[in-house]
């Protein structure tokens, strides 16, 4: 069966560092997703991103972050400067239609 | 997209069905129900959804009433790897994002 996958599996970064988070989309699927966790917290939702352009994004989603698909399989998130509170689980979803397939996650910790 | 109220947590015997509850009260009638859940710190594992009728896979049924003001997901033969926390979600039909509640965290005991 198909499965969304994500690498680095986790991440260390120092603070102000860029990072890339990356993401293999299930194939023929057509809609893109970033979600995040704060430990202990919710399950985010980020930014959603269809026919190459976001299609709708959360107020976390701020300039500091940025999507691709670079080369019509990866699906990249970039946080340009990192900070402590971006240290998160962040997951990757891709879907057809009505449902969305989440990955296992990347384990970003900013120290 | 409406909100939903879930039990914080519930316990289940191995073996046994697990009925979780969902209350979506505000569910307008373009929106689906879904069910997801999260094993520790995994990623979310969809499980089912509907819009109006029950459904059932591999997985899980779901039942929806009849007024659509809520919603229970059964499994029904809870394995202690169904320990989990599972989320209740409403989505409409035109928008593609999930929002996560609390969710109902399920303990299954041996």
Known sequence: ?111 | DAKTTQPTSMDCAEGRAANLPCNHSTISGNEYVYWYRQIHSQGPQYIIHGLKNNETNEMASLIITEDRKSSTLILPHATLRDTAVYYCIVRGSNTGKLIFGQGTTLQVKP
């Open chain 1, 1 to 111: 069966e198909p499965e969304v996958t994500q690498t680095p599996s986790h991440q260390v970064t120092q603070m102000g560092q860029e990072v890339i988070l990356r993401c293999v989309p299930i194939s023929n699927h057509l809609y893109f997703y970033w979600y995040r966790q704060i430990l202990g917290q919710k399950v985010e939702f980020l930014v959603s991103f269809y026919n190459n352009e976001i299609s709708e994004k959360s107020e976390i989603f701020d300039d500091q972050f940025s999507v691709e698909r670079p080369d019509g399989s990866n699906f990249t998130l970039k946080i340009r400067s990192t900070k402590l509170e971006d240290s998160a689980m962040y997951f990757c979803a891709s879907g057809r239609s009505e449902t969305q397939y989440f990955g296992p996650g990347t384990r970003l910790l900013v120290l």
